[in-house]
């Protein structure tokens, strides 16, 4: 699929504020599945912008505003060309022991660090566990919607995964996290994916949306074959389903703050109201851009 | 025994008994003193109990006056100042001893610092399966925020006090590696200045290597590190603020080196340059000696919540305007579990043999490590990984059923949190006790090397004494005590300072904060916009 | 040297000379009206209450005594002796390697004898005098120290800069009271009061050669440039402090501003013949420093002060 992505974010300070710093992971990744033809920032009031590739190989914007202003808009444009990911293999549980997939996994396969244990993960683990890892993760989509209302405003922005299992319902962040600490105890490596959706259903007239950012998983699954190479296959637990050429991945990382969008601190006893928009529109993959 | 008429003496029994297997420093088993140690013994002879007791109150109220004390208790208990117990018997080390303790150590950190760039960078020595990377990954002072960067002239270790104790062999090894920030140098300092003052007349027959050269040293690394092209590099000595447990020694340092003590508040950063405010405006700072841990540094990169930290300075320091003394991310190296791994980065990366042995180490990540451990405890010493300071530690030996019982279930949970090691036979020093007589107490050593252009040590180090009879932990946070150390010069001439490192500007005043500076600083996170995603309205098939 | 340093010792400074002229003003109404001049004599309005007025404090009304004592010892109250000293001496901790060490030890003490709830004779009527009396001497003796033992170099200018700031603003705000703007002449017996609140009634029988009423004492706290605590005086002070402390005096708003004060009120004192009405350069003098306040903040210290002040002018 073909993509054209805005991402407004505008942020308005009841009084005059300084030295505000951001850094942005906005931009879509280029990967084996998705490509990123154009990309263009513009910071409000002007600022210089410098750019480096993280340690998850996201790419970070950042941009500082030291003089006093009252209101600061990035505004981010995208292009983006999808196509969706092969089918996954049918590996084994065996196989998740292999120095091939250990290699692979990396620090993805460690438990979460600092997690207390949480009540109710063993019924969830149950639950979703099946005869191989992939039948695992299917179940996974099934079991986590089913179980847990999709509530914006459920939880916000620090919650962790005991929060969810509290309140029985969150947004796709929580559910990924969620994802996350299963898939890991169960010794499948995973980790978080930071990205854009195209939400529209199939009949839609309409070629644009307004969605937010949204968040999903990958997760490392063995190779049908012995000594096959393992395979980070893309999963969106809120959307009961793997995911396809409509998800438009930015970067992945441990969990949400590897891959948080925006992170920007100032100086100023001034309180700030934030509006955030994303915007998606389909462009004809036919004919290219449409205006 | 000649020796013990001349040891201080309170009746018949009151000799000086070193305490087989233990390596006494001073004495030989029957209770002789060694032959570096005559001269001293001698003259502590010639002081007699209650010239050692009056010195010690002398030494006390000096310490208070100057405000040297450390704060003790820790923990969730009160604490309090009291003076640092600095013993009035000088350690000795002869001149071709710490000749190879020197040469071992500058190899030790040479192979630390490489581990550290390498860490960040290629990762070789993991492709070559000699560390772990889930081992490296886990290490919670690993810093996926610095990935990439290459600090100026490449050192990332500019200090470092490893920790060396002696073996009842005699042989020296190194039980901890300390290259985040670690501190104690002032109490070297102010020990040798103290001891001087105190009893001049131990020094009488001796020739003893200076170490008041050691701002300079340092100085001088940090302006050989400080990326300051046009003018002399602006060097800043960074402290959380005089709540800090060794606020002391920070604004020791910046008196001494002549520099600004700077807190947060101090300092900004724009455009990638870290500034100091000044009553003139924003003065440029090339280089930071901070003192304070990685996590605090920069709320944009590390804790969102620091309210220390300076927002920004990871920029700078990514950009390569600033030097960070030590590097950010070295906290990697100086991980316990890691510290297994430190004779085979030499081996890797030097092509040498290490001349400083470590201590049997054990990482109970491993099953069946862990089995072993477990059916040892009473015969080891386990640490939690992520702690410095001796919190934590369990010493199989001295603990009872029940601590022995809660470590293993501590083992159990989180394997990958704790280290064992073999208990090591600490040596031991005579000081002074409650009635002004020699007793033997078990110490250590933490020597501080100093990584400019190139590795320099200063003689001797911090001696950590433990003040209780038997007792094997010496930190100063949980009631150790301090000695002076003492080089000798016989005829190694490798210690003496260099030629002149660099002008020393007279020392300025530097500074401590407190009250409202802070809150009118205020700071706040950027509001986050929530990843809430979206839900396709007819989930497809 | 570093801003926030210079903050400190200029904040310093402030609550050292707020916390002394407090002391001052409460022993020379207490002793006034232990005489019999008290609010009740007609006319005289510079009591209890116009102190407890010239101090910011609304609820003066009821039993003055009491709320003077509360005005010197009650920690809560930030108007209170108690709390300047206590912010002087979380100050100078924070500069304790600025200042001398044995500064630090006199305000230290002066702070620790302020806690000593034991203090003799404190809980008794007696008792505001009394501790009045402590910190005026205590802190004449810090400032002595201070002159004594600290280098002439930007620290002490800050210091002296906030001492002699928060001095010019105490005068002017007992002159305010004491002699409000109204149709009626100023009573002279306040003008007594008044000489011995600021501690200049010796300096003015020697340098003025008429009895204290009430028009000469107010020209003498504010024109008379030999006596060092008249608004004048502390004006020309405060002009070579910035000199020594201001990397470029020329284009310095602080300096520029204290320049023209200094001239201002070196004009008034010949124009204005005597008996005139005064409260005009007053309140012009007062706001003045209110703005050489906030310039100080903005030039020296990068707008430290800006976000939230610790006190006003």
């Given at each position: 699929m073909h993509f054209a992505i805005r991402f407004l974010t505008e942020y308005h300070y009841d009084a005059p504020v300084t030295d505000n710093l951001n850094s942005l992971r906005v931009r879509p990744a280029t990967t084996s599945t998705q490509r990123c033809d154009e990309f263009h920032t513009r910071i409000e009031?002007?600022?210089?912008?410098?750019?480096?590739?993280?340690?998850?190989?996201?790419?970070?914007?950042?941009f500082g505003v030291p003089t006093p202003h009252d209101h600061l808009t990035i505004d981010v444009r995208a292009r983006v060309v999808t196509s969706n990911q092969p089918d996954p293999r049918e590996g084994s549980w065996e196989s998740l022991r292999s120095a091939s997939y250990t290699d692979a996994a990396g620090e993805f396969?460690?438990?979460?660090?600092?997690?207390?244990?949480?009540?109710?993960?063993?019924?969830?683990?149950?639950?979703?566990?099946?005869?191989t890892p992939l039948k695992?993760?299917?179940?996974?989509?099934?079991?986590?919607?089913?179980?847990?209302?999709?509530?914006?405003?459920?939880?916000?922005?620090?919650?962790?995964?005991?929060?969810?299992?509290?309140?029985?319902?969150?947004?796709?962040?929580?559910?990924a996290h969620l994802s996350l600490v299963l898939l890991r105890r169960m010794g499948i490596a995973a980790r978080y994916v930071s990205g854009y959706l195209w939400a529209a259903p199939d009949d839609a007239a309409s070629d644009s949306l307004e969605v937010d950012t949204h968040a999903w998983v990958e997760a490392l699954l063995p190779d049908a074959d012995e000594g096959g190479e393992p395979q980070w296959v893309s999963v969106d637990p809120t959307n009961r389903r793997l995911a396809d050429s409509s998800h438009v991945k930015i970067g992945h990382g441990r969990f949400y703050a590897d891959v948080a969008p925006v992170k920007g601190l100032f100086i100023g006893g001034a309180t700030s109201t934030l509006s955030a928009a994303v915007t998606l529109s389909l462009l004809d993959p036919q004919s290219g851009a449409k205006p | 025994m000649p020796a013990l008429d001349a040891a201080p003496v309170r009746d018949a029994d009151a000799v000086y008994r070193p305490r087989p297997p233990f390596l006494d420093e001073l004495f030989e088993r029957d209770g002789t003193p060694r032959p570096t140690a005559r001269a001293l013994v001698a003259a502590l002879a010639q002081l007699g109990p209650a010239g050692l007791?009056?010195?010690?109150?002398?030494?006390?109220?000096?310490?208070?006056?100057?405000?040297?004390?450390?704060?003790?208790?820790?923990?969730?208990?009160?604490?309090?100042?009291?003076?640092f117990p600095m013993d009035l018997v000088p350690r000795v080390l002869g001149g071709a001893e710490w000749t190879s303790i020197k040469r071992g150590l500058a190899q030790r950190i040479r192979a630390l610092n490489h581990f550290v760039d390498d860490v960040y960078h290629t990762r070789e020595i993991v492709h070559e399966r000699i560390v772990p990377w889930r081992l490296v990954a886990s290490c919670s002072h690993f810093a996926r925020a610095v990935h990439g960067i290459r600090p100026p002239g490449g050192v990332y270790t500019h200090v470092a006090g490893c920790d060396l104790v002696r073996h009842s062999d005699g042989s020296w090894r190194v039980i901890e590696d300390n290259v985040r920030i670690p501190s104690g140098i002032s109490y070297v300092l102010e020990n040798r200045a103290a001891m001087a003052r105190l009893v001049p007349e131990l020094f009488a027959s001796y020739r003893v290597r200076p170490i008041d050269h050691y701002p300079q040293l340092l100085l001088g690394a940090l302006r050989a590190v400080a990326p300051s092209a046009e003018s002399e590099a602006t060097v800043v000595v960074w402290t959380p603020g005089p709540a800090n447990p060794a606020y002391f020694e920070h604004a020791f340092l910046a008196r001494q080196m002549g520099v600004e003590l700077v807190e947060a508040s101090d300092l900004v950063v724009r455009d990638d340059v870290l500034y100091m405010r000044t009553i003139k405006g924003l003065e440029r700072a090339h280089a930071v000696y901070r003192r304070i841990d990685d996590d605090f540094v920069d709320p944009l990169e590390f804790r969102g919540d620091s309210l220390l930290g300076v927002p920004g300075l990871v920029r700078a320091y990514r950009a390569g305007n600033v030097a960070i003394a030590n590097a950010l991310g070295t906290g990697v190296a100086d991980d316990k579990a890691v510290y297994r791994f430190v004779p085979e980065m030499i081996r890797f990366y030097l092509g040498e043999e290490p001349i400083l042995e470590n201590v049997r180490t054990y990482l109970p990540s491993d099953p069946e490590v862990l089995e072993h451990v477990l059916g040892h405890l009473d015969?080891?010493?386990?640490?939690?990984?992520?702690?410095?300071?001796?919190?934590?530690?369990?010493?199989?030996?001295?603990?009872?059923?029940?601590?022995?019982?809660?470590?293993?279930?501590l083992l159990l949970a989180a394997p990958d949190r704790w280290i064992a090691q073999d208990v090591v036979e600490l040596s031991t020093v005579p000081v002074v006790d409650a009635d002004g007589l020699l007793v033997p107490r078990h110490v250590d050593l933490r020597p501080f090397a100093v990584f400019g252009e190139r590795i320099d040590i200063v003689p001797g180090g911090l001696s950590r004494v433990a003040l209780e009879e038997g007792s094997l932990i010496v930190n100063s946070s949980r009631g150790g005590g301090s000695k002076d150390t003492w080089v000798l010069e016989d005829g190694d001439d490798a210690d003496r300072a260099g030629p002149p490192i660099a002008d020393t500007q007279p020392p300025a005043l530097p500074d401590l904060r407190y009250g409202t500076w802070v809150a009118q600083q205020q700071q706040q996170q950027q509001e986050q916009p929530q990843q809430r995603g979206v839900r396709c309205p007819a989930p497809r098939r | 040297m570093l801003a926030r340093i210079a903050h400190e010792l200029y904040w310093l400074g402030r609550n050292l000379a707020r916390a002394e002229f407090t002391a001052r003003a409460v022993e020379a109404v207490l002793q006034a009206e232990l005489q019999g001049a008290s609010d009740a004599a007609p006319g005289v309005s510079f009591g209890s209450g116009g102190l407890l007025a010239m101090l910011g404090d609304d609820h003066g009304q009821g039993n003055t005594s009491r709320t003077l004592g509360q005005l010197i010892l009650d920690?809560?109250?930030?108007?209170?002796?108690?709390?300047?000293?206590?912010?002087?001496?979380?100050?100078?901790?924070?500069?304790?390697d600025v200042i001398s060490a044995e500064m630090w030890q006199a305000i230290n003490t002066t702070a620790l004898g302020l806690h000593r709830a034991g203090q003799p004779g404190w809980g008794t009527p007696a008792g505001p005098f009394l501790a009045s009396q402590y910190i005026k001497e205590r802190t004449s003796l810090i400032w002595g120290i201070a002159n004594r033992s600290m280098l002439r170099d930007e620290a002490k200018c800050f210091l002296d800069a906030g001492g002699l700031i928060e001095i010019s603003d105490m005068v002017l705000r007992m002159l305010h009271v004491a002699m409000p703007p109204t149709d009626s002449p100023p009573a002279d017996g306040t003008a007594l009061i008044l000489l011995?609140?600021?501690?200049?009634?010796?300096?003015?029988?020697?340098?003025?050669?008429?009895?204290?009423?009430a028009d000469p004492v107010a020209r003498f706290l504010l024109f008379e440039r030999s006596y060092p605590d008249s608004v004048a005086a502390c004006v020309d002070?405060?002009?070579?402090?910035?000199?020594?402390?201001?990397?470029?005096?020329?284009?310095?708003?602080?300096?520029?501003?204290v320049s023209r004060l200094a001239a201002d009120l070196d004009f008034q004192r010949r124009a204005l013949p005597e008996g005139s009405e005064l409260t005009g350069i007053c309140s012009e003098t007062r706001q003045e420093l209110g703005y050489l306040d906030q310039d100080v903040a903005e030039r020296y210290f990068a707008g430290a002060a800006a976000a939230g002040p610790r006190g006003e002018l």
């Open positions: 009031p002007e600022a210089r912008i410098a750019r480096h590739l993280d340690y998850f190989g996201t790419e970070v914007i950042e396969a460690l438990p979460w660090q600092d997690q207390p244990t949480i009540a109710g993960l063993e019924d969830l683990e149950a639950a979703i566990s099946a005869e695992t993760l299917e179940r996974l989509c099934q079991v986590i919607p089913e179980r847990f209302e999709y509530r914006p405003g459920a939880t916000y922005v620090g919650s962790g995964v005991d929060e969810l299992l509290r309140k029985k319902a969150g947004v796709c962040q929580d559910f | 007791i009056e010195a010690g109150r002398r030494r006390d109220a000096i310490f208070m006056q100057q405000g040297i004390t450390f704060e003790t208790g820790g923990g969730d208990g009160p604490t309090h100042d009291r003076p015969e080891l010493v386990v640490k939690p990984t992520g702690e410095s300071g001796g919190r934590g530690v369990m010493i199989g030996p001295h603990a009872d059923e029940v601590e022995i019982a809660q470590m293993r279930r | 920690r809560e109250r930030p108007e209170s002796m108690l709390a300047s000293i206590e912010r002087a001496r979380d100050g100078a901790r924070t500069v304790r011995q609140a600021v501690g200049g009634f010796h300096a003015y029988l020697r340098a003025v050669t008429a009895p204290p009423n002070s405060l002009h070579e402090v910035f000199m020594v402390a201001d990397a470029g005096p020329r284009n310095s708003k602080p300096v520029l501003r």
